[in-house]
């Protein structure tokens, strides 16, 4: 089966930074990503791995360990606009559009 | 534009009727997909299209039927449902080709089944 973990809720204040674990195990593995969801809203793409190590984009940066089967998604100066959950999911395998996403987690910015 | 357009907004309905949801786009993707999200929960595919040919179905009840007339659009078509069925109908669209293959996602529509 899929697995793909996330921690369900976590509150951070404004201006810090904070970091959101994702940990999987798939059937297949060709990159992994997260995606911001406001409450009733679409999921936005914020980032990307395929291979191991980090990618920043301007507050956000993500990391890949493919060997561990985990990731994390860094925010920096948190702005109270960030509320949202995050969302990982992985594209199982190359050349198919099958992707799981995780159990997502739900992040409070406080003032 | 990476503009992925979803009609109704809003949806109710009952068990009997025969409804459907409509996503468009025009960012030239090859790939489109219908995902179901309930409250609280990750969103969950349900099917894929590929160059306007269905290439993933995940074992969704027959009472779903999906259609795509072209790579612009893709409906999905309602009837019998139950109020389980109640969620939200995201619609994404990809490159289909690209290795990064980044998934743009409809606002949705929310449906309820009474």
């Known amino acids: 089966g899929q697995n793909i973990d996330q921690p369900t809720e976590m509150t951070a204040t404004e201006g810090a930074i904070v970091q959101i674990n994702c940990t999987y195990q798939?059937?297949?593995?060709?990159?992994l990503f997260w995606y911001q969801q406001h409450a009733g809203e679409a999921p936005t793409f914020l980032s990307y791995?395929?291979?191991?190590g980090l990618e920043e984009k301007g507050r956000f940066s993500s990391f890949l360990s493919r060997s561990k089967g985990y990731s994390y998604l860094l925010l920096k100066e948190l702005q109270m606009k960030d509320s949202a959950s995050y969302l990982c999911?992985?594209?199982?395998?190359?050349?198919?559009?099958?992707?799981?996403f995780g159990t997502g987690t739900r992040l409070k910015v406080l003032a | 534009d990476t503009e992925v357009t979803q009609t109704p907004k809003h949806l109710v309905m009952g068990m009997t009727n025969k409804k459907s949801l409509k996503c468009e786009q025009h960012?030239?993707?090859?790939?489109m997909y219908w995902y179901k999200q309930k409250a609280k929960k990750p969103p969950e595919l349900m099917f894929v299209?590929?160059?306007?040919?269905?290439?993933i179905n995940e074992s969704v009840p027959s009472r779903f039927s999906p259609e795509c007339p072209n790579s612009s659009l893709l409906n999905l078509h309602l009837h019998a449902l139950q109020p389980e069925d109640s969620a939200l109908y995201l619609c994404?669209?990809?490159?289909?080709?690209?290795?990064?293959?980044?998934?743009?996602f409809g606002a949705g529509t929310r449906l309820s089944v009474l």
């Open positions: 994404a669209s990809s490159h289909g080709t690209i290795a990064k293959n980044i998934q743009y």
């Open positions: 299209y590929s160059y306007e040919k269905l290439s």
């Open positions: 791995n395929v291979l191991d």
């Open positions: 798939t059937s297949g593995f060709n990159g």
């Open positions: 999911a992985v594209r199982l395998t190359s050349g198919t559009y099958k992707y799981i």
């Open positions: 960012m030239g993707h090859r790939a």
